[in-house]
Nanobody, 123 residues
Framework: VQLQAYGGGLVQAGGSLRLSCAASGRTFSSYGMGWFRQAPGKEREFVSG????????YYADSVKGRFTISRDNAKNTVALQMNTLKPEDTAVYYCARRRASGDYTNVYAYDYWGQGTLVTVSS
């Protein structure tokens, strides 16, 4: 399984970005997916998760109402639409595949990770 995250960049506060994650393999639709982020000097933190069907979504309180996660199982992709970005959203964003079970917010519940894409929000 390989995950490729892309779509990061530099944006002003209040702006928007859309991150995408492309997954290889034929079992993509069987697994939940998640987005995490890691700012310099900080631990990796949960941002958002989505169940295998897309029927359930999860968000960190810090992004609720501003970010939207979605997936397209036909294209093996998961996306994170980020609106009303804030400087504190600046981080490297990672997509990850959740194991068969586990808390979506727990980094150890994921077994495959993408390489990360940098999001920088200027004030």
């Amino acid at each position: 399984v390989q995950l490729q995250a892309y779509g990061g960049g530099l944006v002003q506060a209040g702006g928007s970005l859309r991150l995408s994650c492309a997954a290889s393999g034929r079992t993509f639709s069987s697994y939940g997916m998640g987005w995490f982020r890691q700012a310099p000097g900080k631990e990796r933190e949960f941002v958002s998760g989505i169940s295998w069907s897309g029927g359930s979504t999860y968000y960190a309180d810090s992004v609720k109402g501003r970010f939207t996660i979605s997936r397209d199982n036909a294209k093996n992709t998961v996306a994170l639409q980020m609106n009303t970005l804030k400087p504190e959203d600046t981080a490297v964003y990672y997509c990850a595949r959740r194991r068969a079970s586990g808390d979506y917010t727990n980094v150890y519940a994921y077994d495959y990770w993408g390489q990360g894409t940098l999001v920088t929000v200027s004030s």
